[in-house]
């Protein structure tokens, strides 16, 4: 069995080469609210950070955060799935008993898939549908993404 990535930097190093694709079907783990995706660094850290050379700002990711980026982008990558190039449309589904708000949801996992390279960038999304569904855990999500497809205009 392979041994599970250390970084996501070190998953993309293996999945360079991944295909353009019309659908990407993706089960992770529940991301943490957005609430509690940073943190304030103390002034000591800040400190010790530019004594040793180190430009540290206000804020940092949350131990919570790292842990799921790891786990989900391990998940991700073990998937395999290709990417998408462009506009795109990002479906998230989450089990009816999860106790995130639907909205905390995105902004975590559209980080993640642009970092692992499944979309170009986060800001090219056009639709973004977030349910709730019953066959889901509580810990668990579905992500659905596809290409931006443009409606044709009905004729009169």
Not at 21 to 30: G, K, M, S
Not at 137 to 156: N, S
Request: proline share 4%; aromatic share 4%.
């Amino acid at each position: 069995m392979k041994k599970p990535y250390a970084s996501i930097k070190d998953a993309l190093a293996d999945n360079r080469f991944r295909p353009v694709t019309r659908l990407v079907n993706l089960a992770l783990p529940l991301p943490p609210s957005v609430n509690s995706l940073y943190r304030n660094r103390t002034k000591q850290e800040i400190a010790n950070g530019q004594a040793m050379g180190i430009a540290l700002r206000g804020r940092a990711r949350t131990e919570r955060y790292r842990t799921w980026a790891r786990a989900a982008g391990n998940a991700l990558m073990a998937a395999k799935p290709g990417r998408i190039e462009g506009r795109y449309d990002l479906t998230i589904t989450i089990g009816e008993t999860a106790r995130l708000d639907l909205g905390n949801a995105e902004k975590a996992l559209s980080d993640l898939l642009q970092k692992c390279g499944v979309i170009e960038d986060d800001r090219k999304a056009n639709r973004i549908h977030l349910e709730r569904s019953s066959a889901l855990g509580r810990h668990e999500m579905l992500v659905t993404v596809r290409p931006y497809v443009a409606q044709q205009a009905r004729a009169a």
